[in-house]
């Protein structure tokens, strides 16, 4: 059973910092892409982050500079440091594990992350 279990998400204020871990299980996490992604409420869910089994990233442009992804195989473990944080970055965050051939897509049940003063 493939598990993608988020954490990390709470209350902070405009330009503080947080950092989200998903903890995945039940694959072969080193060969899959992995990513963050938030959906606001009344929005669409949208790409926040991602990590090639590589070690390429790719950010949304609203979030280059201030957010980091990184992943650490030997514990199954992927990361979105978030700095800088602004009200707009106000979403439940999920995380996403992908693979392309065969197509695996697998999410997590998402963490909520509130800027506000």
């Known amino acids: 059973q493939v598990q993608l279990v988020e954490s990390g998400g709470g209350l902070v204020q405009p330009g503080g910092s947080l950092r989200l871990s998903c903890a995945a299980s039940?694959?072969?996490?080193?060969?899959?892409?992995m990513g963050w992604y938030r959906q606001a409420p009344g929005k669409q869910r949208e790409l926040v982050a991602t990590?090639?089994?590589?070690?390429?990233?790719n950010y949304a442009d609203s979030v280059k500079g201030r957010f980091t992804i990184s992943r650490d195989d030997a514990k199954n473990t992927v990361l979105l440091q978030m700095n800088s944080l602004r009200p707009e970055d106000t979403a439940v965050y999920f995380c996403?594990?992908?693979?392309?051939?065969?197509?695996?897509?697998?999410w997590g049940q998402g963490t909520q992350v509130t800027v506000s003063s």
């Open positions: 996403n594990a992908r693979k392309v051939v065969p197509l695996y897509d697998y």
């Open positions: 990590i090639t089994s590589g070690g390429y990233t």
């Open positions: 039940g694959i072969i996490f080193s060969i899959y892409a």
